[in-house]
């Protein structure tokens, strides 16, 4: 496989090139924001495994209802709660966003012998010998 450079002297090297910086531009653009978001998945993930544990592990989880075990355990319920509404909000998306982008690319890009990586940086590939 060859690497695109940014230096070309042909037109349509020139518009590859121009497709390269375009996608680096977007992805790295994408990147600040989706390591926020997997620094909060990351912290609200370790309140809720933290809070479980000591949710399970009182004695008096069994004795209670449901309901009131979860009443006597506020860290673990607002975490919990946390948790799933950052799901319903699509955090699953935004923390593999650039590696959905590149895909998308990458798929498109096939059909003209081409690729990407994860950074936007254009791939081309040898074409194919017909014989």
């Known amino acids: 496989m060859f690497k695109l450079e940014n230096r070309c002297c042909l037109p349509h090297c020139q518009s590859c090139a121009d497709i390269v910086v375009r996608l680096t531009e977007y992805v790295s653009c994408l990147q600040p924001a989706t390591g926020r978001w997997r620094m909060i998945l990351i912290v609200v993930s370790v309140c809720t495994a933290t809070g479980a544990w000591n949710w399970l592990i009182d004695p008096d989880t069994q004795k209670v209802s449901f309901f009131s075990s979860l009443w006597n355990h506020p860290f673990f319920t607002i975490s919990c709660v946390t948790l799933i509404g950052l799901f319903f909000a699509g955090i699953h998306k935004r923390v593999v966003a650039p590696s959905i982008i590149a895909a998308r690319?990458?798929?498109?890009?096939?059909?003209?012998?081409?690729?990407?990586?994860?950074?936007?940086?254009?791939?081309?590939?040898?074409?194919p010998h017909i014989q």
């Open 105 to 127: 690319c990458r798929t498109v890009l096939a059909e003209y012998n081409m690729s990407c990586d994860d950074t936007g940086k254009l791939i081309l590939k040898p074409r």
